[in-house]
């Protein structure tokens, strides 16, 4: 029954190019906080240990904007603890329903703030001080240690941006544009090895699949915490979908029989000239050119082949709206994106529908320990908070990686410690010697995909919060047996609330997430609905940020389906096939709809003349009606837009060619009608696809 499992964890647990430097820097920066915080007694160094593992790590850059970031969100929560109990300590009541409160604001946190480490600090500057102001002790007590948390996470955030500016000597964006390029390096050598009729060695066959196995979660992980401008942010995001669906179509080629002919062999060279074209301009920051394959001509042999041309055709227009325009174009500098709070944070149900689920599980977990009197698992909260982080988009199956994670962390690794190794130890030496072991493991696992990686966080959290919460070898099994039924509880309530009584199968939300973002971008089309430009343009980023969201969302879900078993599994695998196969259009279009978007907006240097607008507005009104049309095609109901949208399109082109002299050409309208036919052409393969 399980003999899939050595594969699966020989996949996950291979080496792959910088992962022993990240986990290096990840155990350097826990285990220098530890060191520090054991040395000089700081209480709450378990919490900057935690962190430490979980802080994005982007460009030097980058760094140092988060470093700057946390230390205000820590400012911000211990203020906010500060004066908001200040109101509510005398009252009982009052004290609940502040609880209550601060719960919710904090899982509201963690789904509207864009910068993942504010999330992640926020969340445990609630989750430690909400027990910590329920104790009966002297509120000059509960303030100290108030101040020590921010301490302890001002000491955390210092080091490891500390060990991340010693190692990291990337350039902004690199995190992103290196493995992409590894990505695209390993197709192309796939792609010349078919060209010249060689077989295909071990070792690219063997990269090509590990690429497969990991997808591209990493990727759109470091995007998604990042805290790039919104058009690189898009853009990338766009040709991390395409260059996935690449690697996907690539490894299913060498488990397929074939013989290429002279002509398959031209067409294969001229797609590695191609790939390598990509991948040098996007090394180099530039601009890939804009590419066109032969695709009449009948194939003799090559599967896949046609799709492949035409993903690779798609990455240059994901760059669509960062084409230069002429020089009669005054430029047009896109809104950077917020450092905090996501641009449809207070717009988007989701953001509320999640934090009501986590305050609910959270609160059940505080009224039980409360209840029973046993403040020893109020470790409870805090798991809530912390598998929070990594509940977003997440399925159902890792909420048993998160249990598994809570058993090894602490009964495996925390109680077995305390019976077997330290008893044996009597200094701070040895102590770092078993944190740093056990540290490197849970990061080892993190670094894997998600399809792993919380069972690594889970470790190190449970382990942390054993042997790392006090200033001496914790000798006690009660301590560690109360923090690990504290996150088994914890973990217990979030499974409860997010995937029994509150929650779907992945499938179903896959096709629900699916046909929204279909009737998503029909609302963008529309856009902007109001002649104020300033309103137009805050509602245009927050409809972009759902979209965006929900893109990445449809990828998680389809990872959770592989692992939803019934009788509907076929057809939820080739619905899941499907969607993945149409994410990458849905991307490019999003793309070249944000484009287009500022000639709809009448932005400086995008004005059209009113007989000219008034056809745009018909080719986006027809635009959105297909989209909703193939939204209508999944939930069962049958419609057609596919002609009207056709005939916007000539109608358009018509009236541009009417007002203009014959025989010349201007700049923003040759842009329009490229835009158009992009958009056309990318409405078809949908349709084609669905």
């Known amino acids: 029954m399980l003999a899939w499992l050595p594969d699966f964890l020989r996949e996950e647990l291979s080496p792959y190019p910088g992962r022993v430097a990240l986990v290096f820097r990840m155990v350097v920066a826990a285990t220098l906080i530890t060191i520090v915080g054991m040395t000089f007694r700081i209480s709450y160094t378990f919490q900057a240990a935690i962190y430490a593992l979980m802080i994005s790590r982007e460009s030097r850059q980058a760094t140092l904007k988060s470093a700057g970031t946390i230390l205000l969100v820590t400012g911000i929560g211990a203020a906010y603890l500060l004066i908001s109990v200040s109101f509510v300590i005398s009252s009982p009541l009052l004290h609940f329903v502040w609880v209550i409160g601060s719960l919710f604001l904090a899982f509201y946190a963690i789904s509207a703030l864009t910068n993942y480490t504010a999330a992640v600090i926020f969340a445990i500057m609630i989750a430690v001080g909400v027990p910590l102001w329920d104790r009966l002790l002297p509120s000059e007590s509960n303030v100290e240690d108030t101040l020590w948390l921010c301490l302890s996470v001002a000491i955390g955030v210092v080091i490891t941006a500390a060990v991340e500016l010693v190692f990291e000597r990337r350039r902004p964006g690199d995190d992103v544009v290196i493995p992409i390029s590894d990505r695209l390096s390993a197709i192309e050598r796939l792609m010349t090895r078919y060209a010249e009729g060689s077989d295909i060695d071990a070792a690219t066959k063997e990269q090509i699949m590990q690429f497969a196995m990991r997808g591209t979660s990493l990727l759109r992980r470091i995007l998604r915490r990042s805290d790039y401008p919104i058009r690189y942010f898009v853009e990338m995001g766009g040709v991390t979908a395409l260059v996935g669906r690449l690697i996907d179509l690539a ?168 019976i077997f190794i330290l008893p044996h130890l009597d200094s701070i030496g040895g102590f770092v010697l078993l944190f740093v072991a056990v540290t490197a493991l849970s990061a080892w696992f993190m670094t894997s995909s998600p399809r792993l990686s919380y069972f690594g966080i889970q470790v190190a959290v449970a382990f942390y919060l054993i042997n790392v919460s006090e200033f001496k070898m914790q000798t006690s099994l009660e301590v560690a047996r109360d923090r690990v039924v504290g996150i088994l509880l914890g973990l217990f309530a979030m499974w409860l609330i997010f995937d029994k009584l509150w929650g779907v199968p992945a499938a179903r939300e896959l096709k629900e997430t699916f046909i929204s973002n279909l009737r998503l971008l029909a609302q963008f089309a529309r856009e902007p609905v109001s002649n104020d430009p300033k309103a137009a343009t805050a509602r245009r980023y927050a409809l972009g940020e759902t979209i965006n969201t929900n893109l990445d969302k449809v990828r998680a879900l389809a990872d959770g389906v592989l692992l939803e078993f019934g009788h509907t599994r076929a057809r939820d695998l080739a619905l899941r096939s499907l969607i993945r196969r149409a994410q990458p259009q849905m991307r490019v279009l999003f793309i070249m709809q944000i484009a287009e978007w500022k000639y709809r907006a009448q932005l400086p240097g995008f004005e059209l003349p009113e007989a000219i607008a008034v056809e745009q507005r018909e080719f986006d009104d027809r635009l959105a009606e297909s989209l909703d049309s193939m939204a209508d095609r999944i939930e069962g109901r049958s419609t057609d837009a596919q002609q009207t949208l056709q005939g916007a399109r000539t109608r358009l082109e018509r009236t541009i060619q009417a007002y203009r002299p014959k025989g010349t050409s201007e700049g923003r309208y040759d842009a329009l009608l490229l835009l158009g036919d992009k958009i056309e052409s990318s409405i078809l393969s949908l349709t084609n696809e669905i």
């Open 251 to 418: 490894a299913t080629l060498p488990q397929l029989r074939f013989e290429a002919s002279a002509s398959d062999q031209k067409r294969l060279r001229n797609l590695v000239s191609a790939l390598a074209n990509i991948r040098n301009d996007l090394l180099n920051r530039k601009i890939p050119s804009t590419l066109q394959f032969n695709t009449d001509e009948e194939l003799s042999g090559v599967p896949l082949l046609r799709e492949i041309e035409h993903t690779v055709s798609l990455i240059p227009q994901a760059f669509a709206a960062s084409r230069p325009i002429p020089d009669d174009l005054s430029p047009v500098d896109d809104i950077q994106r917020s450092s905090l709070l996501a641009s449809d944070a207070f717009v988007n149900p989701d953001h509320l529908r999640f934090a009501l689920k986590g305050c609910l599980a959270a609160a059940i977990c505080y009224v039980i320990y409360n209840a029973i009197d046993w403040p020893g698992i109020s470790t409870a909260v805090t798991t809530c908070l912390l598998t929070a982080l990594s509940t977003i988009g997440s399925s159902h199956q890792k909420q048993m990686l998160r249990i598994l994670g809570a058993m090894v962390g602490g009964f495996v690794l925390g109680m077995g410690s305390q």
